[in-house]
């Protein structure tokens, strides 16, 4: 792959994507479906730049009997393009597993069967991406005090790399959050790691695991962990009384319509945050019905033959956690009565939520031009373009890091097909051509410029 060095003069791309999560996937194959349709001098071309060395989707956590939160309806495409080759219906023809899927009379696959779609659809348009590259900075190309460009420079095993770009497409995802002052470390682990972490575990013989948390992620942790080791206790730890269960009933389910989106943008800010006040149970702090019911049916049961393996720690928080070479030692505070338990386990488990990569992180002085409200978060415009000032003419897509703006769909799937094609709309009706782009050499994928 032909690679401008830093100094050089870089290849122009209309578009850089950071990150191929399934968002950057999505935008990915709306590109490819529009230069399919389009003329050559109307293609857009785009490159896309992700960390990990092949496509990932949150890999330790795919337990082999999760399922999706999301009907399989709401893939990469179906709600922009329902005939699109790259639905999960298509995928599921291909592996010939179409009218077994029917049979099942199932929206919600299998997590590990839609990670395989994800692969699926991601290898369909690979050549747009370069994998084991990391997007370590992002640099303004000032021309008579205008932005038309952003150089992106990025870091492979072939070392730094620049490439220039007139539109970013920044989808970077969620961050794995531990709270504060707790460090990851062989016995302290964040949920996000489970599956890597679990197979060290292999040959020993654990007695004691905490789960800290009480939402999706956690009793997840939780049912896996008492079916994987089938000699340890499990303790669950959190604050509330019991698991809640996520609303996913037909009316609550519509404020992740792409309609809602259009409504959460235009409301007033107390409407704003009283929706999600009223909706966050649809996806945070929450568990599937079904898993709540199974917790509890095996606690019960457990009870009944007096061979007690899952506790559950409630209206408690975990204060401390310390760790000497055999073994960590939790301290449980009940917020009942105030008292502290010690708790020694082989592994504490912190399934404590994940939050959004900060948008700005990897704008360095780009950031300064971005515009910000009054609680200092960042303007995004309806077509989820960074505000910026009027000088910085390129554009900076967010896919994620919007739930201020744009409602609870942003770091959702839920809306991830409907979303790439207003970004995709918007940068066409903006002009792929800048002022100072006369002479806009033609490219196809990366570094083949002709
Ligand atoms: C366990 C789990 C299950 C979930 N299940 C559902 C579900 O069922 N339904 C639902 O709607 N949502 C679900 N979610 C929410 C989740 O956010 C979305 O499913 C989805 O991951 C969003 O895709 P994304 O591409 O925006 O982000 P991600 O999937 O996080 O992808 C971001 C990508 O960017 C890459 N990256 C980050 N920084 C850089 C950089 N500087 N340079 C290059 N690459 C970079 C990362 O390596 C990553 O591959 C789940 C989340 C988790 C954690």
């Known amino acids: 792959m032909a690679q401008a060095r830093p100094g050089d003069a870089p290849l122009i791309h209309d578009l850089i994507g950071i990150g191929f999560g399934p968002s950057n996937v999505a935008m990915a194959i709306a590109l490819s479906e529009h230069n399919a349709r389009v003329g050559r001098q109307e293609a857009v071309n785009?490159?896309?730049?992700?960390?990990?060395?092949?496509?990932?989707?949150?890999?330790?956590?795919?337990?082999?009997?999760?399922?999706?939160?999301?009907?399989?309806?709401?893939?990469?495409?179906?709600?922009?393009?329902?005939?699109?080759?790259?639905?999960?219906?298509?995928?599921?023809?291909?592996?010939?597993?179409?009218?077994?899927f029917i049979n099942h009379k199932n929206l919600f696959p299998l997590r590990v069967e839609f990670h395989e779609y994800f692969e699926w659809a991601a290898e369909k348009v690979d050549d747009m991406v370069s994998y084991g590259h990391e997007v370590v900075g992002v640099t303004p190309v000032v021309r008579d005090g205008a932005v038309d460009y952003l150089d992106v420079t990025v870091r492979s095993?072939?070392?730094?790399?620049?490439?220039?770009?007139?539109?970013?497409?920044?989808?970077?995802?969620?961050?794995?959050?531990?709270?504060?002052?707790?460090?990851?470390?062989?016995?302290?682990?964040?949920?996000?790691?489970?599956?890597?972490?679990?197979?060290?575990?292999?040959?020993?013989?654990?007695?004691?695991?905490?789960?800290?948390?009480?939402?999706?992620?956690?009793?997840?942790?939780?049912?896996?962990?008492?079916?994987?080791?089938?000699?340890?206790?499990?303790?669950?730890?959190?604050?509330?009384?019991?698991?809640?269960?996520?609303?996913?009933?037909?009316f609550a389910n519509r404020i992740f319509d792409p309609a809602a989106v259009d409504e959460f943008f235009t409301a007033p800010e107390n409407v704003k945050r009283q929706l999600i006040d009223y909706h966050g149970n649809t996806n945070y702090s929450v568990v599937d019905i079904d898993l709540i019911d199974d917790l509890y049916r095996q606690m019960?049961?457990?009870?009944?033959?007096?061979?007690?393996?899952?506790?559950?720690?409630?209206?408690?928080?975990?204060?401390?956690?310390?760790?000497?070479?055999?073994?960590?030692?939790?301290?449980?505070?009940?917020?009942?009565?105030?008292?502290e338990m010690p708790l020694d386990a082989d592994v504490v488990v912190f399934a404590t939520g994940y939050s959004p990569a900060d948008p700005l992180g990897l704008l360095g002085e780009v950031a300064d031009r971005c515009l910000r409200d009054d609680e200092g978060r960042v303007s995004v415009e309806r077509d989820y373009r960074l505000a910026t000032d009027p000088g910085l003419r390129c554009g900076i897509y967010l896919q994620g890091g919007t739930e201020h703006t744009h409602g609870i769909t942003s770091s959702l799937l839920s809306n991830t097909a409907i979303r790439v094609g207003e970004i995709l709309d918007s940068v066409l009706d903006r002009g792929l051509k800048s002022a100072s782009d006369e002479a806009r050499p033609v490219v196809d994928g990366i570094g083949t410029a002709r």
């Open 46 to 100: 785009a490159h896309f730049f992700e960390q990990q060395p092949r496509f990932g989707w949150h890999r330790g956590m795919l337990i082999d009997d999760a399922t999706m939160q999301v009907s399989f309806l709401k893939d990469l495409v179906t709600l922009r393009n329902p005939a699109s080759e790259y639905s999960f219906l298509c995928y599921l023809k291909s592996k010939g597993r179409l009218i077994d």
């Open 157 to 250: 095993g072939e070392g730094l790399a620049v490439h220039r770009a007139r539109n970013l497409v920044i989808g970077t995802g969620l961050r794995p959050l531990m709270p504060e002052g707790v460090e990851r470390t062989d016995r302290v682990w964040h949920n996000s790691e489970l599956l890597a972490k679990v197979d060290g575990l292999e040959g020993t013989s654990p007695s004691r695991f905490i789960v800290v948390g009480a939402g999706q992620s956690a009793a997840e942790n939780v049912a896996y962990l008492h079916r994987r080791f089938p000699h340890a206790e499990v303790c669950a730890v959190f604050s509330r009384y019991g698991y809640s269960p996520a609303d996913d009933s037909s």
């Open 300 to 339: 019960y049961q457990e009870k009944v033959l007096g061979t007690e393996r899952l506790r559950f720690l409630n209206v408690s928080r975990l204060t401390d956690v310390v760790e000497s070479p055999d073994t960590v030692r939790a301290t449980v505070k009940s917020l009942v009565t105030g008292e």
